[in-house]
């Protein structure tokens, strides 16, 4: 384990002697050795570049940006980050990812648009688009994927930005009829990209032919000025993730080729003939929309990785602020239940969601080769269905959680957790955005409801038993709701009504149900008995504390009776979070980024909590100073700029 130090000595030590497992062998476990021995690599590089010295949400917006861009460049032409190492080497392309999200998520937003837009162009485009796509895998150019409208997000069939074909110049023209059908919250639009990918409603000799992808020029890639027919506004300053320019396009009557659509799957001839291998609209809109799996799959993963960090700073915290006791000694706040309640679970899901979340994107990127090298048609549409189903349930179910997660954990710090020095604010603010990319989560996972599990692997325990009985139960009950509704309120009215505590809830047991699943399968090739002990007790935490969630509907369908199973559960929980408490220093040293890209006072890896904070508040020259208006506070008597009214 030479490739992993020791952490430092400090108060951290109480717990980390009483872990029952080696949190080195953890590490390595969930990164391989590669991928950790790659981490400890960049991590050198990046904590001594000076790009990356500073703190962004310090600055104004404008510097946010123009530091978040450079550090995006130089994580691209150093290799630090790239597109093509998911395929090539996941292992390092997911330390190097979380860890930039973890560092500068401003620089991760603008990878991962990048990685859309050059993914979106290499999955759906041609030959003729090869060129632009080089140009933007090397950094030369940046690209934007549009979708979302101003009047109209999850609603795809509503959006109304069209392209109608032009025989008589062999060109497509793209407009925009009003404000909201302009394209809205798009990555690097605001001041920044070239080129857009874009989503219209084509036109060819009148006839609709749905939604298609088009390669849209927008800025003079050497002035940044816009081209006529385009317009391109930043939607100014967010709640946070300022760093990234999100913009709106407005397109007016504006002429591109008719190459530039992307025609992997249709195309048009230079006669006006549209041709298309699909064979039906719904599943032409389906193979054009298959990309944002990958981006819902992406948003799992960073629901953990930024939820991660957040319960490192409040576990550490917790393991060194003491208060009250039973005699003379203070206790650390980690020893009382109530904190563990308050905690503990949150990590239990972190680990499951980063065990299940990995297996999820790395399958979607094996999904999306096969599909690029032309792989069996027959089983890839099926495949790709499933990862649309748990992906459109995994971000909001996940999401959901792990931001109460970061709430909880600012909450669990005190006051201390209030200060910016903190970073539990930063997080905050910066997780926030993840509830609606890729999808508003209460729309989307109306999707998975809308699909019916046909086979369920059997598992011999008594957490997976309920949960099979309660998908099932679940699935009944809904498919009855809407069956009856349906006869009354029609097709879309039934599907509306049956949301809430019926298909939701569905969505939401199912991908817990998967999750656990696959997160079994991955505990069982632990290769060391002390690190497989520890997380098969997260595992039951996570299980247990999910189903307390849907106790009433285990009575209500008669799975359960009388009290005893409530309060076996309620105990068990109670039980677990005891029994991981001692583990969970180490836990979170497992999945904690470096001091340097975790940025707190409060949980840095040698505990020491309050000299830190005691260095942070009086470093500031501010702090120990008048303020420049302090005559205003003593005069404020004898000013006679009073209201006569």
Known sequence: MSILPDFPPGPLDFYRT?????????????????????????????????????????EEMDEQR??????????????????????????????????????????????????LFTGVLRSQ?????????????????????????????????????????????????????????AKCWIGCMGQSASYAIVYAQLYVDGTHHGLHMFLVPIRNPKTLLTYPGVVATDMGEKIGVNGMDNGILILDKYRIPRGNLLNKSAHVTPDGKYVTAHKTRKEKNGAALGILSLGRSKTTLACETTAGKALTIAVRYAAVRKQFGCGKEEQPILEYQAHQYRLLPYLATAYTTRIFGMFLLETTYKFIWDVFMGGDKEYLNALGKEIHVISSASKPAVGWVLRDAIQECREACGGHGYLKAAGIGNIRNDNDC?????????????????????????????????????????????????????????????????????????????????????TLVTINQAPDVYTKAVLLKLFS????????????????????????????????????????????????????????????????????????????LFRNPYNLSRPTWWREMINWNTDHSKNKL
């Open 66 to 115: 123009r530091i978040s861009f450079r550090r995006h460049l130089y994580n691209i032409r150093s290799g630090i980050l790239s597109e093509n190492q998911f395929f090539e080497n996941f292992a390092r392309a997911n330390v190097s990812s979380r860890l930039m999200l973890q560092l500068c998520p401003c620089a991760a937003f603008r990878f991962a648009t990048g990685s």
């Open 434 to 518: 993840n509830m609606t990319f890729e999808g508003e989560n209460h729309v989307i996972i109306q999707q998975t409801s809308n699909w019916l599990i046909k086979l369920w692997p059997e598992v011999e325990q008594d957490i997976m038993a309920a949960y099979q009985w309660l998908v099932c139960y679940l699935l009944k009950e809904t498919a009855l709701k809407y069956h009856t509704l349906i006869q009354k309120e029609g097709e879309f009215w039934a599907r509306n009504n049956t949301q809430v505590y019926y298909a939701k809830s569905l969505s939401i047991a199912f991908v817990q149900n998967f999750m656990l699943q696959r």
């Open 125 to 181: 485009g041609g030959e003729q688009h090869q060129e632009i796509l080089q140009q933007a895998e090397n950094g030369d150019i940046i690209g934007s994927f549009c979708m979302t409208e101003v009047g109209h997000g999850s609603d795809i069939k509503g959006f109304r930005t069209t392209a109608t074909y032009d025989k008589n110049t062999d060109e497509f023209v793209l407009h925009t009829p009003d404000f909201e059908a």
């Open 541 to 616: 935490l996570y299980g247990l504390w999910s189903l307390e969630k849907f106790l009433a509907t285990l009575y209500e369908g008669g799975y359960a009776h009388g009290c005893q199973p409530s309060r076996l559960i309620h105990e068990a929980i109670l039980k677990l979070c005891s029994d991981i408490k001692n583990d969970s220093v180490s836990l979170v040293d497992a999945i904690a980024p470096p001091d340097f890209a975790l940025n707190s006072v409060l949980g840095a890896s040698d505990g020491q909590v309050y000299k830190r904070l005691e260095r942070e």
């Open 18 to 58: 009483k872990s029952s497992f080696d949190w080195k062998k953890m590490k390595i476990f969930l990164d391989t050795e590669d991928g950790v021995q790659f981490e400890k690599e960049i991590s050198k590089k990046l904590q001594t570049h000076p790009e990356f010295q500073k703190d962004l949400t310090c």
